[in-house]
């Protein structure tokens, strides 16, 4: 079954620090993977998309399909990236998503 | 409000009610979602429609009801729920069920007591 995982329900680092918000999947096909953020009051929008390569707010992602991971990465934190972060995956080319359980993301000051 | 919006953004009703959920998009998309956001659980799909037919219902209990009259509006009838039911319930809209760039409406905060 396709799963999506995220180890770390809470990740707090100071600003200017990189930052790293583990993804791991299982699926044995091709899927795609997202990632989704919640910024507070705010709706779930897209991050980014592996598809893309793209890099959003100095947000990356890269897709290691050896490690089925796709953790999200930033040099360098800033305050307002603090958010609640999810990971998804889409598979069979299909529009419905599959998250994973969110990782909040604190950055101090 | 272009984008999703959804409606009410909150909502208290008892087990025997009967309530809706509505969510409309401006976006010209020809799919439609339904997601359940409960804690510490994550997000989980509950209803697929593509063009107003429903391609995708995820072991939703009846209690559950859906309804897309038309491909800019989604219901969901809500009737004898149950407390474990209260949850982020969450519209999404896609261009079509393969496009997979979803946006999502702000959610409606529902609690059954």
């Known amino acids: 079954a396709q799963r999506v995982t995220q180890p770390e329900k809470l990740l707090s680092v100071f600003k200017g620090a990189p930052v790293e918000l583990k993804c791991n999947y299982s699926?044995?096909?091709?899927?795609?993977l997202f990632w989704y953020v919640q910024y507070s009051r705010q709706r779930l929008q897209l991050l980014l998309r592996?598809?893309s390569r793209e890099s959003i707010k100095g947000f990356t992602a890269d897709l290691n399909k050896g490690e089925t991971s796709f953790h999200l990465k930033k040099p360098f934190a800033q305050e307002e990236d603090s958010a609640m972060y999810y990971c998804?995956?889409?598979?069979?080319?299909?529009?419905?998503?599959?998250f994973g359980q969110g990782t909040e993301l604190s950055v101090k000051p | 409000e272009t984008g999703v919006t959804q409606t009410p953004r909150h909502l208290v009703m008892g087990m025997t009610n009967k309530k809706s959920l509505k969510c409309e998009q401006h976006l010209g998309h020809n799919a439609m979602y339904w997601y359940k956001q409960s804690a510490k659980k994550p997000l989980e799909l509950m209803f697929v429609y593509s063009l107003e037919e429903r391609v995708e219902n995820n072991s939703v209990p009846s209690r559950f009801s859906p309804e897309c009259p038309n491909s800019s509006h989604l219901f969901l009838h809500l009737h004898t729920l149950q407390p474990e039911d209260s949850a982020l319930y969450l519209c999404?809209?896609?261009?079509?069920?393969?496009?997979?760039?979803?946006?999502f409406g702000q959610g409606t905060r529902l609690t059954v007591v």
């Open positions: 998804a995956l889409s598979y069979n080319q299909g529009g419905k998503l599959i």
């Open positions: 999404a809209s896609s261009q079509d069920q393969y496009g997979t760039r979803a946006f």
């Open positions: 699926y044995s096909g091709s899927p795609e």
């Open positions: 592996h598809i």
